[in-house]
C-alpha cells in the first residue's frame, strides 16, 4: 500500500463492511419491506400516509418505487421510521473485503503489463518462461499494491 495511513483506512473499512456480509443471503420481499412490514402490521395505506404526512396513494407510489429500485434513501429512512424500524444500509464486497479487491484488480493489471512485455520479447526472440512470467506478475502485482497508482481503477 501506499503508506501506512491508507493501509489502515482499507482496514477499517474492510471491518465496517464485515458486518453486512452475512445479509447476502437475504431476500428482500418482491413487493418490497415497506410493503411487506406495513401488511405484517396490519397498517393501512392510509394509516401510514396519515404518519408520514402523505395521501395512501402516495404511499402506495412509495411502496412501488421500493419495489421497481427507484425509492430515495430518505423515503426509506422515512417510511423505516414511521413503522418504528430503523434503516440500515450499507455495502459488500463481491471479492470478500476491499484488500482482496485490490489484490485482484492489481494482479490484473499486472498479467496485462507483463504479458505485453512478454508479447514484445516473443516477436524479439527473446521468450521468458512460465515460471519467469509467474514471477514477473507476482512481482509486478506487490509493486501496484504498494503504490495504488489512479490507473489501477482505469
Do not use: C
Not at 473499512?13 to 410493503?35: C, H
Not at 404518519?51 to 402516495?58: A, D, E, M, N, T
Amino acid at each position: 500500500m501506499k503508506n501506512n495511513k491508507q493501509q489502515l483506512l482499507i482496514q477499517h473499512t474492510d471491518k465496517k463492511l464485515a458486518v453486512f456480509t452475512p445479509l447476502t443471503s437475504t431476500i428482500i420481499p418482491p413487493k418490497g419491506w415497506i410493503n411487506t412490514v406495513r401488511t405484517s402490521l396490519n397498517i393501512s395505506l392510509r394509516q401510514l400516509g396519515n404518519r408520514l404526512k402523505i395521501s395512501s396513494q402516495s404511499v402506495k407510489e412509495i411502496e412501488e418505487r421500493e419495489a421497481n429500485g427507484t425509492i430515495t434513501l430518505n423515503s426509506l429512512k422515512d417510511a423505516a421510521n414511521e413503522l418504528d424500524l430503523k434503516l440500515v444500509y450499507g455495502f459488500v464486497s463481491k471479492h470478500g473485503s476491499i484488500e482482496k479487491m485490490i489484490e485482484e484488480r492489481a494482479k490484473k493489471l499486472a498479467t496485462e503489463i507483463v504479458m505485453r512485455t512478454n508479447a514484445t520479447m516473443t516477436l524479439e526472440d527473446q521468450q521468458n518462461s512460465m515460471e519467469r512470467i509467474e514471477k514477473a506478475i507476482a512481482q509486478k502485482t506487490v509493486e501496484i499494491k504498494f503504490e495504488m497508482p489512479k490507473y489501477l481503477w482505469d
